[in-house]
Structures are given as structure tokens and as C-alpha cells.
């Protein structure tokens, strides 16, 4: 092998066959870090003899420069990433990262710094080659183009010591959270994007194909026309050209969509579709060299104005699965308002919503969940430590089990207004894979100091509400705000709340459903009485009254509780009407035993009306009343009667005993 200067490529080819072994992907350096004219190697496999082969074809050429190394290659490939820092800014920024210090595993030294190795996680496939924090600490991650790192002992790289055969540690949740909300998203935002007329490698077709093979089957009914969008994206992440990206489309329709594979229009219109959404990506840095700047779109550059039209027959055939978090209450996916007077435990109840979700129990302990998922509250008036105490004796009383990873709570309230805001939204809610995204209260999140005057205009209100709600038709998650409802009079304070009550404008035309909270009766300690009310564009919903019970903190012996009991309202009004039927019965007979003793305490002589009433002290027409319904039962006959003045008259009465005159 030809070279300008003596080198022993035994510590490397060892090297190179220990992290082989490792199963990670390995690329010969031919000049310090970088695989300069190793084309196509993120797509290939090398042996040693590839190793010796690239540094026979480079040392002649680079001459001086010329400086054999191993690299490994990252992200997938390897299922490792690599955080590297050049100072001790950078490095104590990853240990804050990282919740305080570095797990235990592979580290190495570079001439400036260092690097620290973690497991790849999946959740980091949306995101580039490499994310920079402020502090210029990298890490890099793989992505698309196959980012690869120089390990020792390439040039001036040496593994601190003890470290080289540690098992490689899992990235901090923290760490993966931070690369989240760091990184630049591969999906672009243009509009609209140019096909390139260029072909692509087959070393790029190939590992594109290896990708889509990695990718769920897209199956009728079980969320298939999402998951082959989602192919046809993660072909344009390879390629631009269309010819290409259809036939790697076509692959994955015959070998990944189970019996029924979509037909070719349609896989068309799915790619066209994932081309407007997110233009294509070249996979390796060499293929740049031939694409001329207008066959890539132009990120932020909007193109024209284009339908997707449907026609009936496909309109017909297409699947939109309905689900539902909370069935016939809550749909999945469509935006929700959680509405109520004041001081009608909107919160609360959102908060029971939250729990139950998160552990799968039924909402209100009444209303089964579909399944245990992630959810996220954001609270913007109700204290820390009061939500904390409701929650966990909301579980408790349940026997909730609240898994860590489906309940998510903050207290900081974004602006729906501010596109910064609105992308972390979407990046958390993606990044957790949460269901139901809830903010309370909506008005401290809608309006800030310089929209204050857009309250009223439905117009300008739904331009905010509209983008916080796209971002549920996006990802799939029901995006919902809980909302005051205007003051309204005594008179009607008790009465089941609607949708108009609702305050500020452009709400009730966001919502795609609803549920609303009003109260049926004055609060006593501990009691709230109220009226439920759940409704939607699909058609579900219904009416309930909720008794709860939140007991008395401030009494040891009653102490704090969550007991509720909920009653659709016809059951409710029937038990309510018998409810009272029974206390006017039980009012009657207490009415009746009160007249037989005064009769028979004047030895069922006989007395007036006027007597009778005056004795039992009631009012006229509740004299006659209870009178009459004596005589109804056979209880009391008419008789004469003698007062003080005058001797026997006509218009007593006195008890019926045994059917016989006394």
C-alpha cells in the first residue's frame, strides 16, 4: 500500500473489528475525521479489506493529509448517538441535560474536548444529522444524511480510561426532551414542491427500501391511509425524484399493506400529498453536487393554491375511523370546551377527566374510558398544592393507578397567539404521544395585552383558536380549553347552562363538542348538586346530574374526599318527582295523625273546620286540603258539632272508627 508517511493500520483494523462486533457500523477515515471519497457510505457495510482498499485509493492522492481512521456511523445504523463538547461550558450543559451527571458509559477524548456515547431512541428519527445548543454543544444524531462520528484511535481520539467496554447507557428523558424541542424538524415549510428531475444512487433507493421495511404495515381499518402517508414521506426523505419515490412507494404497497393494497391513483395522491407537506430530502451530501438549486423547494416559499379533490366513489371507500376517549362524551381528535358558571368545579372535573384517562377508570367513576393514554394539563388559576391533594385523592378513592408516563401537568399557560408557543404544543404532544391536550383557563391563553380587543370578534378569534385546533387534526389529539360562561341572574343561576352562555366570541363555532357544567342548587360545605351536559358534531352526548361529595378538609373526622355520583337526568327527574311524591306523602301523615289528635283529645265529639284548623294551626286552604283527603281515605266522617254558644249544627266532623258511629 502506497503512502507518504509510515503508519500501522493494526490498531485501527483491531479497532474497527471490536466495534463491529459491538454491531455497530464502522467507515474508513481517510483524512482525520471525514470518509473523504468513500462514496456511498452510509448505505454500505466495509470489512477490513474495504478499510485497506479505501486508504490504497486515498494515500497517494492526500498525500500529507492523508490520515487513516475509524468512524462509526450513527442514529439507526449503530443505535448510537454521540454528544460531543470542545470546553467545560459545553460539558457541564450536558450534565444539565442530562438531570445533573453522566450515566456510566463509553467516553472518549478529542484534541479540544470530549465525547459521551447513548443509546439511539426512536423518537429522534424526525430530526437531523446533528442539534447545537446555545452553547455550541452537539450532538449529533444521525438522521437523514448518516452522520458518523471518528473513534479512537483515529487522529488525536483516545477512550478515557475504563470506559471502552461499558455498556452504552440510554439518553436521560431529559436529554431526549431538550434534542426534541432543539432540533430542527425535517419536515419543511413550504407548500409546495418541484419534483427533481435528477435519479438518486442505488446505494440511496437501497437504503430507503431498508427504512421503509422497518416501517408498520399499513393496514385497512387499523389506521392505514396515516401509516402509508407516512411511507410516502419517509420516501421523500431519500429522494426527490418521482418516478423513484413512486416505485419505492409500490414496494411498500406490495409487501406492506396485507391483503388489500391501495390502488395506484391513490398511492399517488399520497405521495403528491406527503410532497406538499414536507419537500424531498437528498440522502447523502455527494448527491447535491448535481441537483440545480430549483429542483429542491425553498423553505417558507409558498406555492400555488391547489384542491385534492376526492371523487364519491373514493370519498365513499376512504377510512375515517371515529374513536372516542370517553365513549359517547369525548371523540378523539376534535377540538372540546369544557364550559361552566362559576364555581361549578370545571377544574375539577377536568381534573377527574385527566386522571381517569391516564389510568383508564371511568370518568366520574360512571363513564368507561377507552383505553389508558397520555394526557396533559396546563393550569393557569388553581393553586399547585390544591390540584396536587385533588389528584391523588381522586386516585386514591378510584384505586387509581396512574402510570408516569400518560399523566403530564405544568403550570405555565402558553399564548395560543404566538407561533413559538403553538410549535411547542405540537412538539409535546407528538414527542409523549398525548391524547388529550388541555389548557384551563382558555382566556388567560387567547387574549395578552395587545389583543385585549378582540374578545368580541369571532372573526379575529378564530384565527387564534383555529391554528391550536389544527394542531389536533395534525397529530390526532382532542385539543381542549375550559371556559367561563358570562354571569348571569339570580333567577336563572340554577338552571342547566347552554352553549350561548359561553363567554367571548368565536368559541362556540370552534368547538366541535362540549361539555358543559352549571350548578342545580346553592353549595353547601363539602356538596355540589350540578347539572352536565356533553354534546358533539358526531352526534353523541346526553344530559346527567352530578352529586359530589369533596368532603371536609378541615374536619379530621370527615376529612377529604371525592365521592360522585352521577344519574342521567330522566332518571334523575323521576327520582327527584319520587322523591317528593314521598315527602308529600310523609308530610300528609304527619297532617292526619295531627288532626286525629286533636279530634280525639275533644272525645270525637265533633268539631268545625274553623276549630280544626285553629288547633292544628293551619292555614285555610291547607285545612280543607288535608280535610278533604281524610274524607277521601274514609279517615273522618261529618257529623254535628255543638260550639259554646249555639247547640248541635250541622258541618263537623270527627274520626271514623271501625265504620260505626261513636
Not at 53 to 71: C, N, S
Not at 382 to 399: D, F, W
Not at 499 to 505: A, I, V
Not at 537 to 560: F, K, Y
Request: proline fraction near 6%.
Amino acid at each position: 500500500m502506497h503512502q507518504t508517511k509510515t503508519t500501522n493500520f493494526a490498531p485501527i483494523l483491531a479497532a474497527r473489528e471490536q466495534y463491529a462486533g459491538r454491531g455497530w457500523k464502522t467507515v474508513p477515515l481517510t483524512e482525520g475525521k471525514t470518509p473523504n471519497g468513500v462514496k456511498g457510505w452510509q448505505a454500505k457495510t466495509f470489512d477490513a479489506d474495504d478499510f485497506n482498499g479505501a486508504w490504497a485509493r486515498k494515500a497517494p492522492e492526500l498525500g500529507d493529509k492523508f490520515a487513516p481512521g475509524v468512524g462509526v456511523q450513527l442514529g439507526p445504523a449503530s443505535q448510537i448517538i454521540d454528544a460531543e463538547w470542545d470546553n467545560d461550558d459545553q460539558l457541564s450543559k450536558l450534565v444539565e441535560l442530562c438531570g445533573g451527571s453522566l450515566p456510566d458509559g463509553p467516553q472518549f477524548t478529542s484534541k479540544k474536548g470530549g465525547h459521551a456515547l447513548f443509546k439511539w431512541d426512536d423518537r429522534l428519527a424526525a430530526i437531523g444529522a446533528t442539534v447545537d445548543f446555545p452553547t455550541d454543544l452537539k450532538v449529533r444524531i444521525g438522521g437523514v444524511k448518516g452522520a458518523q462520528s471518528a473513534f479512537p484511535p483515529s487522529p488525536g481520539k483516545a477512550w478515557v480510561e475504563g470506559t471502552e467496554h461499558l455498556p452504552v447507557p440510554a439518553a436521560p428523558e431529559s436529554l431526549i426532551v431538550a434534542l426534541l424541542a432543539n432540533a430542527k424538524a425535517t419536515k419543511a415549510s413550504s407548500d409546495a414542491v418541484q419534483w427533481s428531475e435528477h435519479r438518486f444512487g442505488d446505494d440511496i433507493v437501497e437504503t430507503c427500501r431498508e427504512c421503509l421495511e422497518k416501517m408498520p404495515d399499513a393496514i385497512s381499518g387499523d389506521n392505514g391511509h396515516d401509516k402509508f402517508f407516512a411511507a410516502a414521506c419517509e420516501t421523500l426523505r431519500h429522494v426527490g425524484n418521482r418516478e423513484q419515490a413512486a416505485d419505492l412507494l409500490r414496494w411498500f404497497n406490495d409487501n406492506k399493506t396485507g391483503d388489500e393494497p391501495f390502488d395506484d391513483d391513490e398511492l399517488l395522491r399520497k405521495l403528491d400529498g406527503a410532497a406538499e407537506d414536507q419537500p424531498p430530502r437528498l440522502a447523502a451530501e455527494d448527491e447535491f453536487d448535481d441537483v440545480a438549486p430549483q429542483d429542491v423547494a425553498v423553505a417558507g416559499k409558498k406555492g400555488p393554491f391547489a384542491f385534492s379533490f376526492m371523487r364519491w366513489d373514493e370519498f365513499q371507500a376512504a377510512d375515517f375511523p371515529q374513536r372516542y376517549l370517553v365513549p359517547n362524551i369525548i371523540v378523539e381528535g376534535e377540538s372540546l370546551i369544557i364550559g361552566g358558571r362559576t364555581k361549578s368545579l370545571k377544574t375539577m372535573l377536568t381534573l377527574d377527566l385527566m386522571v381517569s384517562l391516564a389510568s383508564g377508570e371511568p370518568f366520574l367513576g360512571y363513564f368507561p374510558v377507552s383505553a389508558p393514554t397520555p394526557v396533559a394539563f396546563l393550569s393557569g388559576e388553581s393553586g399547585k398544592a390544591t390540584l396536587q391533594r385533588a389528584a391523588k385523592t381522586m386516585a386514591e378513592h378510584r384505586g387509581a393507578k396512574v402510570p408516569n408516563d400518560n399523566f403530564f401537568i405544568d403550570f405555565k399557560l402558553p399564548s395560543l397567539s404566538d407561533k413559538t408557543h403553538l410549535g411547542a404544543i405540537e412538539t409535546a404532544i407528538r414527542h409523549y404521544g398525548i391524547k388529550l391536550f388541555c389548557i384551563d383557563p382558555a382566556y388567560l391563553a387567547t387574549l395578552s395585552a395587545g389583543n385585549t380587543d378582540k374578545a368580541s370578534n369571532q372573526f379575529a378569534m378564530g384565527l387564534i383558536l383555529e391554528p391550536y385546533g389544527r394542531i389536533g387534526v395534525e397529530t390526532g389529539c382532542t385539543m381542549a380549553l375550559v371556559h367561563h360562561a358570562k354571569k348571569t341572574t339570580r333567577a336563572d343561576a340554577f338552571k342547566p347552562m347552554s352553549r350561548d352562555d359561553l363567554t367571548q366570541s368565536g368559541f362556540d363555532a370552534w368547538m366541535r363538542q362540549w361539555i358543559l357544567v352549571s350548578r342545580r342548587s346553592e353549595y353547601r360545605k363539602g356538596q355540589h348538586d350540578l347539572h352536565m351536559e356533553a354534546g358533539g358534531s358526531a352526534c353523541h352526548g346526553g344530559q346527567w346530574r352530578v352529586a359530589v361529595d369533596e368532603g371536609q378538609p378541615s374536619d379530621p373526622l370527615i376529612g377529604r374526599r371525592w365521592a360522585v355520583r352521577v344519574l342521567p337526568i330522566d332518571e334523575a327527574e323521576q327520582a327527584e318527582a319520587a322523591a317528593k311524591s314521598d315527602a308529600a306523602a310523609l308530610e300528609l301523615s304527619l297532617d292526619f295523625g295531627q288532626v286525629r289528635s286533636v279530634l280525639l283529645a275533644n272525645d270525637n265529639h265533633g268539631m268545625s273546620k274553623t276549630a280544626i284548623g285553629e288547633k292544628c294551626h293551619f292555614g285555610k286552604a291547607k285545612r280543607d286540603a288535608v280535610i278533604q283527603a281524610m274524607l277521601d281515605a274514609d279517615e273522618l266522617e261529618e257529623c254535628d258539632y255543638v260550639s259554646s254558644n249555639h247547640g248541635p249544627k250541622p258541618g263537623g266532623f270527627r274520626v271514623k272508627i271501625g265504620g260505626e258511629d261513636e
